[in-house]
C-alpha cells in the first residue's frame, strides 16, 4: 500500500499492491542500469514528464524534485529548455505545472 500519493496511482497501487510492486522494482532497476546521479534521473524524468505533455507526471516529479532539496528554478529552467524542441505552448503548460506545486 502507497501512502499519500495522490490520484490515480495511488488508486492503482492500493488496488493492484502486486502490479504497483513489480512497477516500482523495474523504475529501481532503470535508475540503477546508468551512471547519472539522483539529481540528475529526477530531471530527466522532470523533462520526460513535460515532453509527453503529461500534467499528473509533471506534478509528480516536481513534488518528488522539491522533496530532495531540487531548487524550484532548477526545475523551471527544465521548463525553459523544452520551449525548442517541444514549442512555446508546451513549455508555458509545463511552466504552469510545475508552479501548481
Do not use: C, F, N
Not at 500500500?1 to 492500493?14: E, I, R
Not at 535508475?31 to 534521473?41: F, H, N, Q, W, Y
Request: no cysteine; glycine share 10%.
Amino acid at each position: 500500500m502507497v501512502k499519500s500519493m495522490p490520484g490515480a496511482a495511488g488508486t492503482l497501487a492500493d488496488q493492484y499492491p502486486d502490479i504497483w510492486k513489480a512497477y516500482a522494482e523495474l523504475g529501481k532497476a532503470a535508475a540503477e542500469a546508468g551512471p547519472l546521479t539522483d539529481r540528475e534521473r529526477r530531471l530527466v524524468k522532470l523533462a520526460l514528464a513535460i515532453g509527453i505533455g503529461s500534467e499528473g507526471a509533471v506534478h509528480s516529479h516536481t513534488r518528488r524534485a522539491k522533496a530532495e532539496g531540487i531548487a524550484q528554478e532548477d526545475l523551471l529552467h527544465i521548463a525553459m529548455l523544452s520551449i525548442g524542441p517541444l514549442g512555446l505552448p508546451r513549455a508555458v503548460a509545463a511552466k504552469t505545472w510545475i508552479e501548481d506545486i
